[in-house]
């Protein structure tokens, strides 16, 4: 595709919902990231996928945290009983190789716990 | 531990005029050092990526520049325009087996008319 996509724009739930967040990775891109960010603050690293694989989930905060690539393009995000310090801005990114490539994101979804 | 700051955390000018933002880090291994613009609502765009070995890269009217040495870096935005309004990331990469992306918090510019 042209770019990275993310669905839905914006998610609004209620304390100890699941959500799940889509990301759509520019097509031929291997690599696959989630971030996290709050306002005034730069994007957290959660989890780097290499094809299908998490290379690295160090970032994810706790296990209600969960991402799958099952078939190396779009992952999903999955958040259960989410909590009020959820809120924030969930970023996807993609790059060609690997993390010493340059970084496409995504336009982000807004996620609101209320 | 492995830290990017940035400053000024925010800043205020009027358009056409030029500014500096400063990043400094505590990264090790150092692999290479990024800036990203960020709009709002909008997720970061790469503006220049530099590693041990360059000292200054340019990409338009932004010019970003690394002292390895001192381990502090700049972009430097020149004839300031209404639409570089946006929050200025520094990113530094540290290769320690696993690859590590040590993002700052951001600077945020705002251009005024």
């Known amino acids: 595709g042209a770019g990275v996509s993310q669905t839905p724009s914006n998610k609004v739930t209620e304390k100890g919902k699941y959500v799940e967040l889509r990301c759509d990775p520019i097509?031929?891109?291997?690599?696959l990231y989630w971030y996290r960010q709050s306002l005034g603050q730069g994007p957290e690293f959660l989890i780097y996928?290499?094809?299908?694989?998490?290379?690295?989930d160090s970032g994810l905060p706790n296990d209600r945290f969960f991402a799958v690539r099952p078939e190396g393009s779009v992952s999903t995000l999955k958040i259960q009983r989410t909590e009020r310090g959820d809120s924030a801005v969930y970023l996807c990114?993609?790059?060609?190789?690997?993390?010493?490539?340059?970084?496409?994101f995504g336009p982000g979804t807004r996620l609101t716990v209320l | 531990k492995n830290q990017v700051e940035q400053s000024p955390q925010s800043l205020i000018i009027l358009e056409g005029k030029n500014c500096t933002l400063q990043?400094?880090?505590?990264?090790?291994?150092?692999?290479?050092l990024r800036w990203y613009k960020q709009d709002t609502g909008r997720g970061p765009v790469s503006l220049t990526i530099?590693?041990?070995s360059e000292n200054t890269k340019s990409n338009g009217r932004y010019t970003a520049t690394l002292d390895a040495d001192t381990k502090q870096s700049s972009l430097h935005i020149t004839a300031s325009q209404l639409s570089d309004s946006a929050s200025y990331i520094c990113v530094v990469s540290a290769r320690r087996g696993n690859y590590q992306l040590i993002w700052g918090a951001g600077t945020k510019l705002i251009i005024k008319p």
């Open positions: 996928f290499q094809g299908t694989g998490a290379a690295d």
């Open positions: 530099m590693t041990f």
């Open positions: 990114a993609s790059s060609h190789g690997d993390r010493a490539d340059t970084q496409y």
């Open positions: 990043c400094n880090y505590t990264v090790s291994p150092f692999s290479n």
């Open positions: 097509s031929g891109h291997t690599a």
